[in-house]
């Protein structure tokens, strides 16, 4: 069984602060990385992807993808309210394992 | 055009009924999925159909029956279901099949099932 792991939280920060969510991943052929947004009640946003090590930046969010350690994070800069949110990281099989595997997801909440 | 539409919003359903879920998308996706997400918990997948043809069937129960007609249109047939599948049913698509594609999501449907 492919397994995803992430903190589920609740993990509260201070508005402005930087968000550090993170996840590991048991399939060591994983190839595609990826977080999705969620807010109570409504359906999971794309707000990132990757599929090389190293940082991608996009606006305020930064994801970054360690293959060696199986880790990959998603960094908030300058975090707003609006990001309380739950955050899902989802991750493709190796090989011809096209299943994406959610993680069950990080509830975020950033205080004004 | 990058949205993925769901239809009904919200469905209420008895044990004995027959219902159907849509899902419609108009960005040339070739791969749409359905995944069933209950609450506080990661969406969990049901089925995936790679240009039109069912690549993916999770061991859902027969209650539940994927449909589709063509590559814009998917469908949830729901005959008989139990109280414990009352949850939120996701639609998504992605261009295609191959392990690096974005999932679009619909808003999904809150189903009840009484």
């Known amino acids: 069984q492919k397994e995803v792991e992430q903190n589920s939280g609740p993990l509260s920060v201070p508005e402005g602060a930087i968000a550090s969510l993170n996840c590991t991943y048991s399939?060591?052929?994983?190839?595609?990385f990826f977080w999705y947004r969620q807010y109570s009640g409504k359906s999971p946003e794309l707000i990132m992807f990757?599929?090389?090590?190293g940082d991608k930046e996009d606006g305020r969010f930064i994801a970054q993808l360690n293959k060696a350690s199986q880790y990959v994070s998603l960094l908030i800069r300058d975090s707003q309210p609006s990001d309380s949110a739950t955050y899902l990281c989802?991750?493709?099989?190796?090989?011809?394992?096209?299943?994406?595997?959610f993680g069950k997801g990080t509830l975020l909440t950033v205080n004004p | 055009d990058t949205e993925v539409t769901q239809t009904p919003k919200h469905l209420v359903m008895g044990m004995t009924n027959k219902k159907s879920l849509k899902c419609e998308q108009h960005?040339?996706?070739?791969?749409m999925y359905w995944y069933k997400q209950k609450a506080k918990k990661p969406p969990e997948l049901m089925f995936v159909?790679?240009?039109?043809?069912?690549?993916i069937n999770e061991s859902v129960p027969s209650r539940f029956s994927p449909e589709c007609p063509n590559s814009s249109l998917l469908n949830l047939h729901l005959h008989a279901l139990q109280p414990e599948d009352s949850a939120l049913y996701l639609c998504?698509?992605?261009?295609?099949?191959?392990?690096?594609?974005?999932?679009?999501f619909g808003s999904g449907t809150q189903l009840s099932v009484l």
């Open positions: 998504a698509s992605s261009r295609t099949f191959v392990g690096d594609e974005k999932l679009f």
């Open positions: 399939d060591r052929g994983s190839q595609s």
């Open positions: 990757i599929y090389s090590n």
């Open positions: 989802a991750v493709t099989g190796g090989g011809s394992n096209y299943k994406l595997t």
């Open positions: 960005m040339g996706h070739r791969a």
């Open positions: 159909y790679s240009y039109e043809k069912l690549s």
